[in-house]
Nanobody, 119 residues
Framework: QVQLVESGGGLVQPGGSLRLSCAASGRTFSLSGFSSYNMGWYRQAPGNQRQLVATITFGGSPTYVDSVKGRFTISRDNAKNTVYLQMNSLKPEDTAVYYC????????WGQGTQVTVSS
């Protein structure tokens, strides 16, 4: 009952920036409101498991894994049912498909958005 659509990925050189967006929709949010839910950004590199890299509570408090602290910023616009991930100082090891979901992976996954960091 939730659809997640990620966008904003692309090819960027090391040190560059990208801003990812995740638009959430569905009956779940019509009933309870997007603003009621914590949200997270995940990434999956080839051959690796999907990893949660950033979360934001319904109140707007962020958390990050150590590897992205100081470089990534998660934010949300509850009026647009959208969560963002601003990624700065990108490194080749940030290359992955990026997804959004609830931090407990409550919903079906979207298609993700590919981020490739390469010179």
């Amino acid at each position: 009952q939730v659809q997640l659509v990620e966008s904003g990925g692309g090819l960027v050189q090391p040190g560059g920036s990208l801003r990812l967006s995740c638009a959430a929709s569905g009956r779940t949010f019509s009933l309870s409101g997007f603003s009621s839910y914590n949200m997270g950004w995940y990434r999956q590199a080839p051959g690796n498991q999907r990893q949660l890299v950033a979360t934001i509570t319904f109140g707007g408090s962020p958390t990050y894994v150590d590897s992205v602290k100081g470089r990534f910023t998660i934010s949300r616009d509850n009026a647009k049912n959208t969560v963002y991930l601003q990624m700065n100082s990108l490194k080749p090891e940030d290359t992955a498909v990026y997804y959004c979901n609830h931090p407990r992976e409550l919903w079906d996954w979207g298609q993700g958005t590919q981020v490739t960091v390469s010179s």
